[in-house]
């Protein structure tokens, strides 16, 4: 049961440099998101779609890009890293009806230099 | 701004202890989840509930939900050491987009929890 896959697991980039975290769901949910988690704040929401070509802004969009051309892959893209992006970064898939359940993946621990 | 505010942020305790954390917002939700992350690890779901003053048991984890639907909490009798690790609260408030209803997520801070032995 594979679930929810994250690569790479860690991740050291330098300042300015850009790079993708992706995300793959082998459960054939619609609703796809991404967190980054930093101490003290919970998980926050970067991004979300809720169906392949749909995606959409959370709270903290700023410095990424999201894409979904299908329904399986959701890659995250930091287009110019830098040190306010060091997190630790999940990619969460569920059902997005009533009461959704996320099922998460194992996480991307970011530096960025 | 947090939506949900969840306390305590962190709690140390001896085993056999009972403990109970809150999660608390001025905000209505459809539902709240309750979630466990160990270190190295995504968070994993323990209880959604869903109907104001709701009470779910799973084993010695106590989950209630608020008659207004506006908070939470989780009582953890006789803490053992396997409980140790991070709880965070998540409520969801349902959105409506081309016809399509989803439900999206809001976090808590998180509750470090450690049980000594």
């Known amino acids: 049961n594979a679930g929810v896959t994250q690569t790479p697991k860690f991740q050291v980039l330098k300042t300015g440099q850009s790079m993708t975290l992706q995300c793959a769901q082998d459960m054939n949910h619609e609703y796809m998101s991404w967190y980054r988690q930093d101490p003290g704040m919970g998980l926050r929401l970067i991004h979300y779609?809720?169906?392949?070509?749909?995606?959409d802004q959370g709270e903290v969009p700023n410095g990424y890009n999201v894409s979904r051309s299908t329904t399986e892959d959701f890659p995250l893209r930091l287009l110019s890293a830098a040190p306010s992006q060091t997190s630790v970064y999940f990619c969460a898939s569920g059902l997005g009806g009533f009461g959704p359940e996320a099922f998460f993946g194992q996480g991307t621990r970011l530096t960025v230099v | 701004t947090q939506l949900l505010e969840q306390s305590p942020q962190f709690l140390s305790i001896q085993e056999g202890e009972n403990l109970t954390v809150y999660c608390n917002s001025s905000?209505?939700?459809?539902?709240l989840q309750w979630y466990r992350q160990e270190p190295g690890e995504g968070p994993v779901l323990l209880v959604t509930v869903v109907t104001g003053g709701e009470v779910k048991k799973l084993k010695r984890l106590t989950f209630q939900f608020g008659d207004a639907r506006k908070d939470s909490s989780l009582h953890i009798t006789a803490a053992q050491p396997g409980d140790t690790g991070l709880y965070l609260c998540a409520g969801t408030r349902q959105y409506n987009a081309g016809g399509t209803s989803y439900g999206k997520l809001t976090f808590g801070q998180g509750t470090i929890l450690t049980v000594h032995p």
């Open positions: 905000s209505v939700f459809s539902s």
């Open positions: 779609s809720v169906g392949a070509g749909i995606t």
